[in-house]
């Protein structure tokens, strides 16, 4: 099989195969704009040194990027 595509042609990662991904806020969303604290907020996160296991999938992998300088990123191991 080659894979998912959506519509307008890019490929898409199927969630069922996808690994995980341990994110952890060590920074405060004080004094940043009010659009990271949602996404850090979207992630799961709720306060310092709390840590989330999701799914390691383009959308999250986006959200991440969005907030990487207060937030630490380690892969799971299968």
Do not use: C
């Amino acid at each position: 099989m080659y894979g998912w595509v959506d519509e307008a042609g890019r490929k898409m990662t199927n969630t069922a195969s996808a690994g995980h991904v341990k994110v952890t806020l060590v920074r405060s969303t004080i004094g940043f704009d009010r659009r990271q604290a949602e996404v850090v907020r979207g992630l799961g996160l709720r306060r310092l040194g709390h840590t989330v296991e999701l799914q390691d999938v383009p959308s999250i992998r986006g959200m991440i990027r969005k907030v990487r300088h207060l937030v630490r990123v380690s892969e799971v191991e299968a």
